[in-house]
């Protein structure tokens, strides 16, 4: 017991003896250099305290010099990094991560408990139409038919209708004015002059 209390207390106070430093950093991709965010940082050497770098990757915290420093993420491989002696109170490092993939073994799901029940399911199974046979059905004269029945317009159906329908009426309009002028319709013309000649006949006749 003696001894585990001096062991206890020597490295105590070799801990205090190191000097304190502010220890920054971003964290990295290695193969693409792409921020790698939210990293747990945590100092293996100080009672596994533990940080977590921000969306941006940056981590600030204070150690000890000589700290042995882990930095894990969930598809990364964990890295580590030992703090060196440094003049200044400041070290800031650029920590990078190499992207780890793990293949899990392939998996078969089965829905069936036995090769009977499989059995059984298969003889009872409905095949359905194949992709010709089902848009050969829907674009039937029938099938588009109903559906035209209650379809609503859309609103690019409806705009269209509605500009033909101003064309339309602007025509007629222009079409009416040029017709109502009696100056500019040959019928107008040909109808004023029977009518003079039909009045100087019956002006004769009367005057006979």
Known sequence: MVLL??????????????KLVQFSG???NADTNVIVPYV???????NNQTFTANHQGYFSFVAHEGDTILFSSVGYRATSIVIPEVPADKYTAMVNMTAEIKELPMVT??????IDEFNMAFMSLEIADDDIIVAKRNLS???????????????????NFSAMQNHIGLTNKAVNQ??????????????LIRQITEGNKSRQRSGQ
Do not use: C, D, K
């Open 109 to 114: 799901p089965y829905p069936w408990a036995s």
């Open 26 to 28: 971003v964290i990295h």
């Open 141 to 159: 004269p029938e099938s588009l038919a109903a559906m035209a029945a209650v379809t609503p317009r859309s609103a690019e159906e409806i705009q």
């Open 40 to 46: 747990t940082v945590t100092n293996l050497s100080f």
């Open 178 to 191: 040029r017709m109502a002028n009696p100056l500019l319709s040959p019928f107008a013309w040909g109808n």
């Open 5 to 18: 209390l001096t062991v206890g207390v020597t490295i105590s106070s070799v801990a205090q003896q190191r």
